[in-house]
T-cell receptor
Framework: SQQGEEDPQALSIQEGENATMNCSYK?????LQWYRQNSGRGLVHLIL?????REKHSGRLRVTLDTSKKSSSLLITASRAADTASYFC???????????FGSGTRLQVQP | GAGVSQSPRYKVTKRGQDVALRCDPI?????LYWYRQALGQGPEFLTY????????KSGLPNDRFSAERPEGSISTLTIQRTEQRDSAMYRC???????????????FGPGTRLTVT
């Protein structure tokens, strides 16, 4: 079953704009991970944030985690056409090693 | 070294046939995971191993699905008597994970696209 729910389901922006995607989940977690998938191809790991962390940065990516609200957000700054992809959040739930994925946000960056 | 590799990349089989999907994890990675991904959805967990031990198989949909990792490296996911509903992308991932409280990234392979006709 899907735990993480991404919002919005689809997002279209212009190159250079920022893109924000949100993820909500239901149970307690060890960590939350964000992945990118281009056109149904491979899943690329973007960033992992642990349950005791609140914010993490990697290049143009910024991830926040609010465990009290059971939510996370992924911000991509200064987007590029190459950022066009589906973005998934995945939670590693407490006591379980498996990742539980959401349905993803499809991001379209217009050049 | 190289990333997670999977073979075959594409498999077309007839209903009722058995298939075996192979995963070769990143060298030195202790944990290996199998997921299944339907079109337009995120991956769904099937099973996972630490070394050669299958730790969790709660995601396997029924007893036609089985997996092994006999030497703690390469893993095989076997589907017996395939059905059309088994058609999906089957993805393997590996991680360095060993401890109960540590957190490690899972790195995914390119997947095997299974089509059952």
């Amino acid at each position: 079953s899907q735990q993480g729910e991404e919002d919005p389901q689809a997002l279209s922006i212009q190159e250079g704009e920022n893109a924000t995607m949100n993820c909500s989940y239901k149970t307690s977690i060890n960590n939350l991970q964000w992945y990118r998938q281009n056109s149904g191809r491979g899943l690329v790991h973007l960033i992992l944030i642990r349950s005791n962390e609140r914010e993490k940065h990697s290049g143009r990516l910024r991830v926040t985690l609010d465990t009290s609200k059971k939510s996370s957000s992924l911000l991509i700054t200064a987007s590029r056409a190459a950022d066009t992809a589906s973005y998934f959040c995945a939670t590693e739930n407490t006591g379980r090693r498996a990742l539980t994925f959401g349905s993803g946000t499809r991001l379209q960056v217009q050049p | 070294g190289a990333g997670v590799s999977q073979s075959p990349r594409y498999k077309v089989t007839k209903r009722g046939q058995d298939v075996a999907l192979r995963c070769d994890p990143i060298s030195g990675h202790v944990s290996l995971y199998w997921y299944r991904q339907a079109l337009g959805q995120g991956p769904e967990f099937l099973t996972y191993f630490n070394y050669e031990a299958q730790q969790d198989k709660s995601g396997l949909p029924n007893d036609r699905f089985s997996a092994e990792r006999p030497e703690g490296s390469i893993s095989t996911l076997t589907i017996q008597r395939t059905e059309q509903r088994d058609s999906a992308m089957y993805r393997c991932a590996s991680s360095q994970r060993t401890g109960l409280t540590s957190s490690y990234e899972q790195y995914f392979g390119p997947g095997t696209r299974l089509t059952v006709t």
